[in-house]
């Protein structure tokens, strides 16, 4: 029996928690996570951590609650995580995601991305078909899950080849 091939890559889509609405004169990015978010990125991290599920490098949103996702991470994981803040991750569309992904560098061979809907979403619809997009997310991409997606080949600053989903975390699957 041959033996299984190892995935080149490994890709960890994270959307961001549930999020708390604005309050009044607060700016979309300083929204913080509510109560339910919190919670739902530490059970998804923990989900993370016991299977595990570990990234050589976290690229996060400089958004307030994508940080506090991602901490929830380093918590769950290592406090030495390394975790570093991209700003065009925060309004960038799916050229500035599938740029971030594909410009790491070579010998990096598990990448986490923190960020936001609807271009997580598209980010994953792009790399699985779209039946399997569906599949996993029929109802969307949930605030705080997380796509585990194995590469045969690397992805490049210009192309994001096709990947397989080997994992979905999602907080709601986890019965509170």
Known sequence: MPAAV???FRLYLLRHAKAAW???GQKDFDRTLDDTGFADAEIVAGMAADGGMRPDL???STALRCRQTAD???R???EDLDIRYVDELYAGGA???RNVIGSQDSGLSALMVVGHNPVIEEILREILSEEAAIEAAPAGYPPGALAVIDFDMRPSAD???PGT???WLDPDSHGR
Request: aromatic share 8%; proline share 8%; glycine share 0%.
């Open 76 to 78: 769950a994981m290592t």
């Open 6 to 8: 190892a995935a080149v």
């Open 58 to 60: 976290v690229l996060c």
């Open 95 to 97: 050229s500035v995601y």
């Open 22 to 24: 604005a309050l009044p």
């Open 72 to 74: 929830a991470f380093r």
């Open 165 to 167: 989903l080997t994992a």
């Open 159 to 161: 192309m994001l080849p």
